[in-house]
């Protein structure tokens, strides 16, 4: 694996020099809604990664239930109980596999748009609820190009199995939200290096000490898919966010620091 993603970031970095890709426009988003949006007072809207199609948005990429965003929704709504609600939002074209598309950022920029669109139209509509938005993978880089733009009631953001957020630190992401970050042990995103090279590879991991995002628990969960299975700390520590109950949401000497 860590061989393909060299070979991947240095033939993203040869193609880089080129043109970039075309900014193609947003697709009609697929949605999946739990719980009663009408009355939720917290919101999570979850932004999928790379290979996630309207054809794998129930099923699962390659039949797996856990890679589901309508799926992973589910578990979170229920997780986090009374009073919120999930949302998955799968509103562009992700990039296929780990080649040009995803170690570049121009779908994540285009995706952006549309993100803050979404978001705003939740929080237009709902003026007292407030919005966790959660990037999985490529998904965080989504997150990215979006923070400086969503609305303030969107009061947290999420990156989960992270391969980089096109930035060196939570200064660069210009949002006053609270960022957390979390990687699981044997998600191999852990493994890319933390380069951006003429336009290729996403940069320093979230995870970082050094980036500055609050370091989510997410010790147990099992691989890059298995953040959101029920009975994990991982799945515990989203839910904790998402309700604002925070007690035990975080790791190492930063535990129970955070204000509600």
Same mark, same amino acid.
């Not at 003026?127 to 979006?146: E, F, K, L, M």
């Given at each position: 694996m860590v061989w393909w993603i060299l070979r991947a970031l240095l033939v993203g970095t040869v193609l880089a020099i080129g043109l970039p890709e075309p900014r193609a426009a947003a697709p009609d988003p697929v949605v999946a809604v739990v719980g009663d949006l009408a009355h939720a007072v917290r919101i999570a809207v979850l932004v999928p990664g790379s290979d996630t199609t309207p054809a794998n948005f129930q099923r699962g990429l390659g039949g797996v239930e856990r890679r589901s965003p309508a799926w992973q929704a589910r578990q979170l709504a229920a997780a986090a109980g009374p009073d919120t609600a999930a949302v998955a939002w799968l509103g562009y074209e992700t990039p296929h596999g780990i080649g040009r598309t995803a170690i570049r950022s121009e779908r994540a920029v285009s995706a952006?748009?549309?993100?803050?669109?979404?978001?705003?139209?939740?929080?237009?509509?709902?003026?007292?609820?407030?919005?966790?938005?959660?990037?999985?993978?490529?998904?965080?880089?989504?997150? %990215?190009?979006?923070?400086?733009?969503?609305?303030?009631?969107?009061?947290?953001?999420?990156?989960?199995?992270?391969?980089?957020?096109?930035?060196?630190?939570?200064?660069?992401?210009?949002?006053?939200?609270?960022?957390?970050?979390?990687?699981?042990?044997?998600?191999?995103?852990?493994?890319?290096?933390?380069?951006?090279?003429?336009?290729?590879?996403?940069? %320093?991991?979230?995870?970082?000490?050094?980036?500055?995002?609050?370091?989510?628990?997410?010790?147990?969960?099992?691989?890059?898919?298995?953040?959101?299975?029920?009975?994990?700390?991982?799945?515990?520590?989203?839910?904790?966010?998402?309700?604002?109950?925070?007690?035990?949401?975080?790791?190492?000497?930063?535990?129970?620091?955070?204000?509600?």
């Open positions: 952006a748009d549309a993100l803050v669109r979404y978001v705003g139209s939740l929080v237009s509509d709902r003026p007292h609820a407030t919005v966790v938005v959660i990037g999985h993978s490529y998904g965080s880089v989504v997150i %990215r190009y979006a923070a400086h733009r969503l609305p303030a009631a969107a009061t947290d953001l999420v990156a989960i199995g992270s391969p980089g957020m096109d930035a060196s630190s939570v200064a660069d992401l210009g949002t006053a939200a609270r960022v957390w970050a979390g990687s699981a042990p044997a998600d191999w995103t852990r493994r890319i290096p933390p380069l951006r090279v003429l336009g290729a590879g996403h940069g %320093r991991h979230p995870t970082d000490a050094g980036f500055g995002a609050l370091p989510l628990d997410v010790h147990d969960a099992d691989g890059h898919d298995g953040y959101f299975v029920p009975g994990t700390a991982s799945l515990a520590s989203l839910a904790g966010v998402l309700s604002g109950v925070l007690s035990g949401v975080l790791v190492g000497a930063d535990a129970g620091v955070v204000a509600a």
